[in-house]
């Protein structure tokens, strides 16, 4: 389709360019478009050249048809004769179906228009003129091939037509003097002539076609015109002879026609329509161009066609057309004898040559629109050709009387028609005018297209027009041109556009509604109410397959305070939490209960078991020692202490169960390494069986004091002049233990010591006296002593210590309790041990030796006093009583005091040189001391006097007192022990020159010797420990009448004493 | 030799038939004058002219120069009945285009389409 489009393009020609050549070079032209047309035609489809095809076939068979029948025609003319009227009745009827479908066709086309359907109008108009190109090319091959035919055997025709052609310029004048004639309206007359001249112009144009090709294709024939001319004598003849063959000729033709026609209700219908078709068209040309002539030569007529009115054009038509087959018929009748008609027939020709001109205008017009708009409707052209062919299948059978009646009723209607064409006449007289300016206005609207047949008609209306009518002329003209331009701009347009089908655009497709939707939107809606619902959401159920645990509060008892071990169901939640919370606060009180408990418990055990041990030695011992109410003994065979002496035995003042021994370092070698170690060892004297802590250290002790409250703390004072102390709260398990036997022993090192650390401010010489600073309130705390006392543990490491050495230096320190311990190791206090937490800080320090120097006279005389012993007042810290070298208690005080006697001496006034052993102040009269000397002399003194309340000599017999202490339960008893341990118990009650009892231990050696008892009310006991050379510790209970006393009557005593003594 | 003349076969870009910005001009219109209309035989004649001449004033304000508009407009009662409607066009497609738009309410449909066809 594209490409076809494209080429065709190209191939046209522009209108003004076309009409301008044609008229140039006529001939040429009209060959140059014939070509094209063939041209056009076998690219146009394969079933076109299949019709060629045929068609040369069929010539051929109909050549030898004609042979035969050229060969049988002469004999049988009378008949042919007959057979051709009948055959050229028949043709007519064929004629007069195509006429028929002609008109009906012309009809719609007017239909058409009116409603506006240009397209289809279009499309079969142009079919029309495809179909009559395409017959007219058919026919012309046709003829040529006759032509061919022809020209071998006869050359008559050619030479009559040469003839003719001479002819032409002189008929062309006879032509106007016919126009004249017609002009004149001799109708009648005008009538024959048309009728007698359309068939002959009919053939002539169908010659001269001829003439055409053969004047373009062979020259030579040009030159066989001379010899014609020489023939032109036998030209009358020969005409009959051409002019009787032309009726075989279209005889044959018909013939063959008709044979079509049969056979196409047989054959292949396409085909043969196709042919039939052509066949027909050939028909239709030659109508048209003889209704052309005619309508040339009739002007009115013409008019008359122009009518509005289709159903006038009809009737015109078919007027025409009965003409025409009137004409026909006529022509065949009379054509020998009518010389006459020849020559105008002649004339005709250059009719018919304007006419071809005219024609060809409308061709080349054609061509355009054929060129654009034939390719997309083959198949609309198809289907309507069979429709039409069908139609005229069935009305064919009615054209033989309708054609023959109509031949009848000819002259009457003639008559008609005149009448009707003199109105027609009139009317067009009036219209006239207004006609051109309607159609230069339609002109306009209308599409170049179709415009041009309305357009042709016009041109025909103008030209034919009685009176020349300038404007409209000049308005054709000037639309024309408007028209020209249009299409040239359509036409340059066009091949620049694509014209195309769109898709199909859906604009609404709306599906139409079910009617059970119909019926809820209209009633739907229509008395509803929402009744009740059937779900039950509110109603839920929850399972659980998981069984609860069962709980229940049980309780148990620490330490008991109910009947019931544990489990109380009943018990309030309050009341279990009150509980709990008091047993949390409990378990810390339950530790520090259970270790004194535990002692309790211990030392109760033990007492017992003691008892019945003492009472048996009471049976076997009872001779032995007067004073002894029974005794105990310490266990001290321990591997460790094997073999050592005991150096000292110290009780503590506020805890005066507990004991401590010093034990000094043996001499054998051992297998021990403790060897070298002087060993303390901490005793309860209740729990005899071992001792509780066992301290070590490693050079000689030489005096210990205890922590004044409770026993905690234990100071030493070491010959190496250091003062040590141990910390007796300190975990076992931080001390080195040794496992003896079956039993493991924790030896506990000194927690701090000033050994090196303190060299600057420490005593340079041994240390031989170190004494707790007694303070106020620990005097008052003598008397009631709690057993548990974590507040006085606590507070009652706020105290002072003084040491004393040989050089008569007196240090005071302030033991101070760190609040946590270092494991690691303190690096600023070097003396403490790891972990440990008290520690002694230098104070100040007294030189005792001073003060000792401003004594009386003598004493300078025996050299420089060394310092023995240290005491404190018990009521007053700032006096201390040091007991010197010679005999002498030198009275201190720390602050700058003055104490009225600074020495306390003999009854004697000289000095003599005995060392004071002991001093020991009596625990009922604080002002009451006495004072033993090495010499054996035994002094009680009172702190204000410096003479002697009473003063005993040679009480011992010369021995030195090692050891002196009042009795803790009865004022006025109190024991010495000499250095040939012999042990004197005094009671100043019963007698105060002598002591009451005097036992000698000669079997064993007693170094050390310590009274211990308690004044309580129901449980008073009093009696001496002794501590024997050989390491045991003995104690002896004393007898009732030297531990219960009257003490109103002892201090009676006491105070008559020293009153008598001033 | 005759010159050949120039054409403008293709339209400015900015002028071109652009079928939503149209759609857009329809829907105004149709929203505006249909919206609760009830359909009235006797009135509905008189309504699609006049709506087919809004549409058609309205498209040609908005700029679309040498195009040639056809306004078509159905206007039909809703019964539940099924409606299909389509169309078909001979023409350059590069150039030529259209635009409907649909609207119903429950008594009527309206189908407005607007065919752009370019002047050369």
Redesign the interface.
């Given at each position: 389709m594209y490409t076809d489009k494209k080429i065709t393009k190209e191939d046209t020609w522009r209108p003004a360019d076309l009409r301008r050549h044609i008229r140039e070079e006529e001939r040429g032209g009209d060959d140059a478009r014939r070509r094209d047309g063939y041209d056009r035609r076998y690219r146009g489809g394969e079933s076109a050249e299949r019709r060629h095809r045929d068609q040369e076939k069929e010539s051929r068979r109909e050549k030898d048809r004609l042979r035969e029948r050229e060969s049988t025609g002469r004999e049988r003319r009378d008949e042919g004769r007959r057979d051709r009227r009948k055959e050229g009745s028949q043709d007519r009827r064929a004629e007069r179906g195509n006429e028929r479908e002609k008109t009906r066709e012309r009809e719609r086309f007017v239909d058409v228009r009116k409603y506006g359907d240009d397209y289809r109008e279009n499309k079969e108009t142009r079919r029309d003129l495809e179909e009559k190109h395409d017959r007219e090319r058919d026919k012309e091959r046709h003829r040529d091939k006759e032509k061919e035919r022809v020209r071998d055997g006869d050359r008559h025709r050619e030479e009559d037509r040469s003839k003719r052609r001479d002819d032409i310029n002189k008929e062309r004048k006879r032509e106007e003097q016919d126009r004249e004639l017609r002009n004149d309206g001799e109708r009648r007359r005008h009538k024959e002539s048309r009728e007698g001249r359309g068939a002959q112009i009919e053939q002539h144009h169908r010659e001269e076609k001829d003439q055409h090709r053969e004047r373009h294709q062979n020259e030579y024939e040009d030159t066989r015109n001379a010899k014609e001319e020489r023939q032109r004598d036998m030209k009358h003849l020969e005409q009959k002879g051409d002019r009787e063959y032309k009726e075989e000729h279209r005889k044959r033709k018909e013939e063959r026609e008709q044979r079509h026609r049969e056979r196409g209700h047989h054959e292949e219908k396409q085909k043969h329509d196709s042919e039939y078709r052509e066949h027909r068209g050939e028909e239709i040309r030659h109508h048209r161009a003889d209704r052309e002539l005619a309508e040339r030569d009739r002007p009115k007529d013409r008019r008359y066609k122009e009518g509005e009115d289709p159903e006038n054009k009809h009737r015109e038509r078919r007027h025409k057309h009965e003409a025409d087959v009137e004409r026909k018929h006529k022509e065949r009748k009379h054509r020998e004898e009518d010389d006459h008609r020849d020559k105008r027939s002649s004339s005709g020709k250059s009719h018919e040559r304007n006419v071809q001109v005219d024609n060809d205008e409308d061709l080349a017009d054609q061509d355009y629109e054929d060129d654009f708009e034939k390719m997309d409707y083959e198949e609309d052209f198809e289907e309507l050709n069979e429709s039409t062919n069908e139609d005229e299948d069935e009305k064919e059978p009615l054209h033989p009387q309708a054609g023959e009646a109509k031949e009848e009723l000819s002259a009457q209607r003639r008559k008609e028609i005149e009448a009707i064409r003199r109105a027609m006449d009139e009317e067009n007289e009036r219209i006239g005018t207004t006609k051109s300016r309607q159609s230069t206005s339609r002109e306009e609207e209308e599409r170049p297209k179709w415009s041009r047949d309305t357009e042709k008609i016009q041109s025909r209306a103008s030209q034919r027009g009685k009176f020349i009518d300038f404007v409209a002329a000049k308005q054709r003209e000037v639309s024309k041109k408007v028209a020209s331009k249009q299409k040239k701009?359509s036409t340059?347009?066009l091949r620049?556009?694509?014209?195309?089908?769109?898709?199909?655009?859906?604009?609404?497709?709306?599906?139409?509604?079910n009617e059970y939707?119909?019926y809820i939107?209209n009633f739907g809606n229509a008395n509803t109410k929402q009744a009740y619902v059937q779900c039950n959401e509110d109603n839920t159920d929850r399972d659980i397959q998981t069984e609860e645990i069962e709980m229940s509060e049980k309780w148990t008892q620490h330490p008991p305070e109910r009947s019931g071990a544990c489990g109380d169901p009943n018990l309030s939640k309050e009341a279990r939490d009150k509980q709990r919370s008091e047993m949390n606060y409990d378990s810390q009180r339950l530790a520090s209960f259970l270790r004194s408990a535990s002692q309790v418990m211990v030392v109760l055990l033990e007492e017992d078991q003691a008892e019945r041990k003492s009472l048996e030695k009471l049976s076997t011992q009872s001779d032995t020692l007067s004073f002894s109410d029974g005794s105990l003994q310490l266990i001290t065979e321990l591997p460790f202490l094997y073999d050592r002496q005991i150096s000292m035995l110290h009780f503590s003042q506020v805890q005066k169960h507990t004991m401590l021994s010093v034990h000094m370092p043996t001499t054998k070698p051992s297998a021990k390494h403790l060897d070298s170690c002087t060993i303390i060892c901490i005793w309860n004297i209740w729990e005899p069986s071992r001792p509780q802590k066992i301290l070590v250290y490693e050079s000689e002790i030489q005096c210990c004091c205890f922590s004044p409250g409770k026993v905690t703390l234990v100071f030493a004072g070491t010959s190496v002049g250091s003062v040590v102390l141990w910390d007796l709260r300190e975990q076992s398990s931080n001390h080195y233990s040794l496992k003896m036997g079956e039993e493991e022993w924790t030896f506990r090192q000194p927690t701090f010591s000033t050994d090196a650390v303190l060299a600057a401010s420490g005593h340079l010489s041994s240390v031989t006296s170190v004494e707790v600073v007694p303070s106020a309130l620990a005097g008052e705390l003598r008397a009631d002593v709690p057993l548990l006392a974590s507040e006085e543990e606590s507070s009652g490491l706020s105290f002072q210590l003084a040491s004393l050495d040989e050089s008569g230096v007196l240090n005071f320190w302030v033991v101070v309790e760190l609040p946590k311990g270092n494991e690691a190791g303190s690096p600023t206090d070097l003396g403490l041990r790891p972990g440990g937490k008290v520690k002694l800080l230098h104070s100040s320090s007294v030189l005792a030796a001073e003060s000792l120097r401003g004594s009386p006279r003598d004493v300078v005389k025996t050299g420089p006093l060394h310092a023995l012993l240290l005491k404190f007042l018990p009521t007053d810290s700032n006096h201390f009583f040091i007991g010197t070298n010679m005999g002498l208690v030198h009275h201190g005080t720390s602050h700058g005091l003055k104490a009225p006697p600074k020495f306390y001496r003999f009854q004697e006034v000289e000095v003599q040189p005995v060392d004071v052993t002991s001093i020991h102040f009596s625990p009922f009269r604080p002002h009451l001391f006495l004072v033993g000397c090495g010499n054996g002399s035994i002094r009680l003194h009172a702190v204000s006097h410096e003479q002697p309340v009473a003063q005993w000599k040679n009480s011992t017999a010369g021995e030195p007192v090692v050891s002196l202490q009042w009795a803790q339960t009865r004022a006025t008893v109190f024991c010495v022990l000499d250095a040939a341990c012999n042990l004197h118990i005094w009671d100043l009650l019963k007698d105060d020159t002598q002591p009451v009892v005097t036992e000698r231990m000669s079997a064993d050696r007693v170094t050390d010797m310590a009274l211990f008892g308690q004044s309580g009310k129901q449980n008073t006991y009093s009696g001496v420990a002794l501590a024997h050379e050989s390491g045991k510790i003995e104690m002896q209970y004393f007898k009732r009448s030297l531990t219960v006393s009257s003490t109103a009557e002892e201090e009676k005593l006491l105070e008559r004493m020293t009153t008598e003594a001033f | 030799m005759e010159e050949?003349?120039t054409?403008h076969?293709r339209p400015n870009h900015q002028q071109k038939f652009r079928p939503a910005v149209v759609k857009e001009c329809i829907r105004e219109i149709v929203r505006e004058r249909l919206s609760g209309v009830q359909y009235n035989p006797e009135e509905v004649p008189e309504l699609t002219r006049s709506l087919a001449d809004s549409v058609k004033d309205k498209v040609k304000n908005s700029g679309f120069d040498k195009y040639k508009l056809v306004v078509q407009v159905?206007i039909g009662e809703?019964r539940?009945?099924?409606?299909?409607?389509?169309?078909?066009?001979?023409?350059?497609?590069?150039t030529d285009s259209?635009a409907?738009d649909?609207f119903?309410n429950d008594s009527l449909?309206c189908?407005v389409?607007v065919f752009g066809s370019y002047y050369?």
């Open positions: 701009r340059e347009l620049l556009i694509d014209l195309d089908f769109s898709m199909t655009f859906s604009l609404l497709d709306l599906p139409p509604v939707d119909m939107r | 050949s003349d054409y076969i159905v809703q539940g009945q099924g409606v299909k409607m389509s169309s078909r066009c001979f023409w350059d497609a590069d259209y409907e649909v119903m449909f189908v389409a050369y």
